[in-house]
Structures are given as structure tokens and as C-alpha cells.
T-cell receptor
Framework: NAGVTQTPKFRVLKTGQSMTLLCAQD?????MYWYRQDPGMGLRLIHYSVGEGTTAKGEVPDGYNVSRLKKQNFLLGLESAAPSQTSVYFC????????????FGSGTRLTVV | ELKVEQNPLFLSMQEGKNYTIYCNYS?????LYWYRQDPGKSLESLFV?????AVKQEGRLMASLDTKARLSTLHITAAVHDLSATYFC????????????FGTGTRLAVRP
């Protein structure tokens, strides 16, 4: 019973490098989300998806891109990393209504130097 | 724009005492969620409140929702050290994708 799996768990990038964070869920959930968590700011929504092949912008989308080619996977890309993107990134998924909240992944701690 | 405010932001309390965390939000909603996060860990769902007047209890924690006042409370009864964590409330206003907007969190430290 894996739930939501995020890889990698930790990563250090140099400014300007690119990377992709992978989120995989095995619960057949339609909706998937990427949040970032910064001290004192709670969680802020980056992008989300309401189904395979769909993506939409959240509150803080700049500098990120996403793709949802398969229902179970939601990828978050950083094309040119900046120190301001140092954060903990959480992926989450949920079923369509009735809505009982999110299931979160374990998080990816990203440091950009 | 939906704003979700929690207070206090930090709470240090003695074991055995009672306290309440407040979550206020700015836009009409009848869907509110409480999560717990231990240091360095992910978020764990505590309560799902889906209607005005909803009350849920689990052990020493009780959550309630007043949609008219746009207020939810998380009440802690006879705190124990194991309750030390950060608690987040999150609100869904029913927009496309059922997106949640989170409060900034309340860091709870229970001391002997």
C-alpha cells in the first residue's frame, strides 16, 4: 500500500541546473497537486492537475513546469533552478468529490546553491 | 483571494493543560481540513469537516467548524508530549480541482 511516492527525497542543485521531481500514486486518484513549503508560510500551491493530460497553475507557478502524461504520475520540472526555489516540495493526490482531503507524499528537500 | 489565518503561530503548553488553536478564513466554505506534521515529515490528515456545526474528535483532539463565522477550532484536552507537532488547517472553497489553501501552521510544544 504505497500511497503517494516522491523521488528523490533530497537534492542539491547549482543555480541554473535543471531537474525533475517525480510523484507517483497508486490510488487511482484523479486530482494531483504540487506544493512547496517554506518556513512561516505554510504550503503554497504550485501547479495541479484534475486528470490525465491536464495541468493548471496554482498560486506560485513561476519557474516551474508540470506534466501529467499518465494518471498515476505527476512530474514537476525546474528548468533553471534559482536559490529562491530552495524549499521542501510536497506532492498530494485526492479522489474526485466527495472530497475527503489529500494524501501527501513524503516530500523532497531541494537546496539550490 | 482566500486567506487562511491560524493563531497562535506558536504554542508552548504544559502537559495536562487544555488549549485551543483557531483557524479563520476569508471566503465562504463548508470544507475544512486539519493536518498534523511532525518535524521533517509529511502531513497526516487529522480531521475532515464538511458542514456547518461539524464536530470530530480523536483522542485528546477535537475539531469544530462554524461556517457562518468562518472559523474552525482545534481543541486540545489534557495535552501530552506526543501531541507536539505543527498543525495546519486548510480550506477548500469548491473551485476547480478542489484546491486547498493552507494556513501558516501552529507549532505546538508540550513540555513536562
Amino acid at each position: 500500500n504505497a500511497g503517494v511516492t516522491q523521488t528523490p527525497k533530497f537534492r542539491v542543485l547549482k543555480t541554473g541546473q535543471s531537474m525533475t521531481l517525480l510523484c507517483a500514486q497508486d490510488m487511482n486518484h484523479e486530482y494531483m497537486y504540487w506544493y512547496r513549503q517554506d518556513p512561516g508560510m505554510g504550503l503554497r500551491l504550485i501547479h495541479y492537475s484534475v486528470g490525465e493530460g491536464t495541468t493548471a497553475k496554482g498560486e506560485v507557478p513561476d519557474g516551474y513546469n508540470v506534466s501529467r502524461l499518465k494518471k498515476q504520475n505527476f512530474l514537476l520540472g525546474l528548468e533553471s533552478a534559482a536559490p529562491s526555489q530552495t524549499s521542501v516540495y510536497f506532492c498530494a493526490s485526492s479522489s474526485t468529490p466527495p472530497h475527503y482531503g489529500y494524501t501527501f507524499g513524503s516530500g523532497t528537500r531541494l537546496t539550490v546553491v | 483571494e482566500l486567506k487562511v489565518e491560524q493563531n497562535p503561530l506558536f504554542l508552548s503548553m504544559q502537559e495536562g493543560k487544555n488549549y485551543t488553536i483557531y483557524c479563520n478564513y476569508s471566503t465562504t466554505s463548508d470544507r475544512l481540513y486539519w493536518y498534523r506534521q511532525d518535524p521533517g515529515k509529511s502531513l497526516e490528515s487529522l480531521f475532515v469537516l464538511l458542514s456547518n456545526g461539524a464536530v470530530k474528535q480523536e483522542g485528546r483532539l477535537m475539531a469544530s467548524l462554524d461556517t457562518k463565522a468562518r472559523l474552525s477550532t482545534l481543541h486540545i484536552t489534557a495535552a501530552v508530549h506526543d501531541l507536539s507537532a505543527t498543525y495546519f488547517c486548510a480550506v477548500d472553497i469548491g473551485s476547480s480541482g478542489d484546491k486547498l489553501t493552507f494556513g501558516t501552521g501552529t507549532r505546538l510544544a508540550v513540555r513536562p
